[in-house]
């Protein structure tokens, strides 16, 4: 893919956080551990790679220090650039404290942004997992002469569960005439998958017209704004996307990941997904181990049982032990003889020799980070 | 701008290989994939910057696009400097006209001046074709100490074995005596490793020397050669300058036959554990590959086995390294072979005991080697071999010592 100089990419690394308040309590959304090698920011910003963005900017709010360790200087996504390159935004606000909104965050780092010669600006968040290229989204967004494009996915939506989604109705012409955050209604819906094209000079026009009038939401305020006489057009992604919106959405959207058609629509060969480089050595598998229907990332020694299961990178598993339907994260050591289903441990966990935790499937135990049991 | 360095590396890399046949038929030897996700020049550069070395030359000649490559900027292995990191050093041209690099010592006599931008001290000069891990550091120190003009790593052999390797001869503190390669009746069991310590003044000195003495000679119509072994050694041992032998303790396995490379990896499984890459106090590095972590299958049987990432197994794999990107179908059986990156292993395909080379193909029924039992002669078995990118059709087999490179 060559560079595309005209698109200028910004990540909100903490959009939704409180949704998975176990996992985001030492991080942001952006840095949460995903799919045995990941963190899901890297899923965003090889999106914007592949499509040809060169310049990224990540927006933080709090505990950004597993994401600044994380993304480094950008080299891994080949983002460490004399022209462009990734630039992390750190939270500051002109009205004091740390920003409120999307506009208000905008507002905050808009000098990075003005400096930019692109265009056009896209924002995305980290909590969705798919695989998109910009580009046929920046033509239609062109060529429909639109103000704003969204892109939505369509799938099955439940507003007891998914509260961070927001639906979109459009007319057939893809203008979106509605725009509902997380409303009480259950079916196949256009979902907004946080994805938005702007020019930059409308963008700029909005965050400073907002920041005159003490607004904040970006949603609420241009999106649902009937009165803006913005023209917003939906532009409709219609490959596989996973929202991660609580931790039972953490954990299926990971065993998700153990069927093939879904690694195949996330993980494509022609666009990969980068991440940072951990120098581990291959899984070393021993004399009695045993493994089914798993995904399981470099640096570990297993000599048990793994079925069903997603290992990060380094994790050991003694012999004798059996670890079913888990979500195992990174440095976890776990003993011999141990029973494990349903559970999460966070990086770093330690368990020793014969222990027994179950889990059920959407109320998985969750163990904290260097937790030892 | 400053440049000094107290210790320059140079890497020879220009080897073809030829004893690895297909597998090193279009990349230089060091390219030669190694335990699942290495190189074999990632030992060598991992050790160099471990050791805290940070200027290495690698100087490449046979089918070095690969190579190059691969080395790229020595990012991977963090040798992306502003003073040093790593360069290639290719042949070149001169007004003197162009040559190839006439034997290892004429390699590093062709890039002095790449060695005297950085004035060192002290030159390490290394091989690509070796795993082991160690600190050159402390054999610096060792130089040093024993105020030595050249100092040769070197590991003890058991005497059946002494007579295919350079054998050092030396006294009670270690100062070498006499210098035999491949003696018919070894003198001692020190075998040289291939691994020297320089100092820089000297080794210059003798460069030159072997480099003006090898011309005059080929002008006389006579013998000529321009190794270090060879030459340079043999002719400091013959000015008694201060040589001394630094004894290596630990893994070291020459990887020069299809056998060597295949016992290699193999010894990755050993419960013994000769060589631990999982240590994380010296890590071997590797240009990474960005796929998705492993996925095994619900048909999959895995023990015993070293398998990287981006592979899918859902066949059986026992006492094998899997590279990254493999995969192996269901119903298809993988038994102490090694399959290099992107290998496909069909649906009852049967490898055992085998190399199968980057990209190949086994097609399903396929059958690549024997087992040593099974074979009829223990003379006629052997590692079977199928190159990089080759096809092995649907009912094909590939026999024990056999090695193939077009499709089959």
Redesign the interface.
């Known amino acids: 893919m060559s560079v595309n100089y005209n698109l200028l990419g910004l990540i909100f690394a903490s959009m939704h956080d409180s949704f998975v308040s176990d996992l985001t309590e030492h991080r942001t959304m952006g840095s949460i551990p995903f799919g045995g090698r990941y963190r899901l920011i890297d899923f965003p910003l090889s999106n914007y790679v592949n499509s040809g963005v060169s310049e990224v900017g990540v927006i933080t709010k709090a505990n950004y220090g597993s994401l600044l360790d994380h993304l480094g200087s950008g080299r891994d996504w080949d983002l460490a650039r004399k022209k462009g390159g990734l630039h992390l935004l750190p939270p500051y606000s002109q009205t004091g404290g740390i920003y409120k909104g999307r506009l208000d965050a905008l507002a905050n780092i808009w000098s990075f942004v003005e400096h930019s010669k692109a265009q056009y600006v896209i924002l995305s968040n980290c909590d969705v997992v798919t695989t998109i290229d910009f580009n046929p989204v920046l033509r239609q967004h062109k060529e429909t002469e639109a103000d704003i494009t969204l892109i939505y996915g369509k799938g099955y939506y439940d507003g007891e569960k998914n509260r961070s989604t927001t639906i979109l109705q459009l007319d057939e012409d893809k203008v979106v005439n509605d725009v509902l955050v997380a409303p009480r209604i259950k079916g196949e819906c256009c979902q907004w998958l946080d994805m938005v094209i702007i020019s930059k000079e409308l963008l700029r026009t909005i965050v400073f017209d907002s920041m005159s009038r003490n607004t904040f939401s970006f949603t609420k305020e241009i999106l649902q704004n009937k009165e803006c006489g913005y023209k917003i057009m939906g532009f409709e992604h219609t490959e596989l996307f996973m929202r991660i919106d609580s931790t039972e959405s953490y954990f299926a959207a990971n065993k998700r990941l153990l069927d093939s058609e879904t690694r195949k629509a996330i993980f494509k060969y022609k666009t990969p997904v980068y991440t940072k480089v951990g120098d581990n050595a291959p899984v070393k598998y021993g004399l009695e181990s045993n493994i089914k229907n798993s995904l399981i990332a470099d640096g570990c020694i297993i000599e048990g049982t793994v079925e069903n299961s997603i290992l990060f990178r380094g994790v050991k598993v003694g012999k004798g032990t059996v670890i079913k339907d888990s979500v195992i994260m990174q440095g976890a050591v776990i003993g011999s003889n141990c029973r494990l289903s349903e559970i999460i441990t966070d990086k770093n966990v330690g368990i020793r020799d014969d222990q027994i935790l179950n889990g059920s499937e959407t109320y998985p135990v969750y163990i904290n980070k260097n937790g030892k049991i | 701008m400053y440049t000094k360095k107290k210790v320059v590396a140079m890497l020879l890399a220009g080897g073809q290989g030829s004893r690895l046949y297909a597998l090193t038929k279009n990349v230089a030897k060091p390219a030669v994939p190694y ?3 290495y190189r074999l020049i990632d030992f060598p550069l991992s050790n160099c910057t471990n050791s805290g070395i940070d200027t290495v030359g690698v100087l490449t000649q046979y089918q070095p696009l690969v190579l190059n490559e691969y080395i790229g900027n020595g ?2 292995w963090d040798l992306d400097k502003m003073n040093g990191g790593v360069h290639v050093l290719p042949p070149y041209e001169s007004q003197k006209g162009a040559s190839w690099y006439e034997g290892t010592a004429n390699a590093i006599y062709q890039n002095m001046n790449f060695i005297r931008r950085y004035d060192p001290e002290y030159v390490v000069v290394l091989g690509g074709d070796h795993i082991y891990k160690m600190d050159y550091s402390k054999m610096v120190d060792f130089h040093i100490a024993n105020e030595a003009d050249c100092t040769i790593s070197v590991i003890d052999v058991p005497l059946a074995e002494a007579s295919r390797f350079g054998i050092m001869i030396c006294d009670e503190n270690n100062k070498v005596t006499d210098f035999v390669e491949k003696p018919k009746e070894p003198k001692s069991t020190l075998a040289s490793m291939g691994i020297y310590v320089f100092s820089w003044k000297k080794l210059e000195k003798y460069l030159i020397e072997n480099e003006e003495d090898a011309n005059a000679k080929r002008e006389r119509g006579e013998s000529w050669s321009k190794d270090f072994g060879k030459d340079i050694i043999t002719s400091m041992l013959r000015d008694n300058q201060r040589l001394f032998a630094y004894e290596f303790e630990g893994y070291w396995k020459d990887v020069g036959t299809l056998d060597s490379l295949w016992e290699a990896n193999m010894d ?2 050993s ?1 013994a554990l000769p060589l631990d ?2 240590d994380k106090s010296w ?4 240009r ?1 590959s ?9 048909n ?10 981006g592979c899918d197994v859902d066949g059986s794999v026992d006492f094998s ?2 590279f990254a990107g493999v995969t192996v179908e269901e119903g298809a059986v993988v038994n102490y072979s090694i399959i290099m990156p992107g290998a496909v292993i069909k649906s009852g395909a049967v490898v055992e005991y085998a190399i199968v080379g980057s990209d190949s193909v086994i097609e399903s029924d396929a059958h690549i080697g024997k087992s040593p039992e099974s074979a009829e002669k223990s003379d006629n078995w052997g590692i079977a071999v199928v190159g990089h990118n080759v096809t092995v059709s649907s009912g094909k087999s590939v026999e024990p010592k056999q090695i193939i490179g077009e499709n089959i």
């Open positions: 335990g699942g996700k990012q991977p990755l499984l419960p890459l999982h890590k071997i590095y590797s990474s960005y796929v998705p972590p492993q996925y095994i299958g619900n999959a049987k895995v023990e015993n086995s070293m398998i990287a990432e390294v899997l």
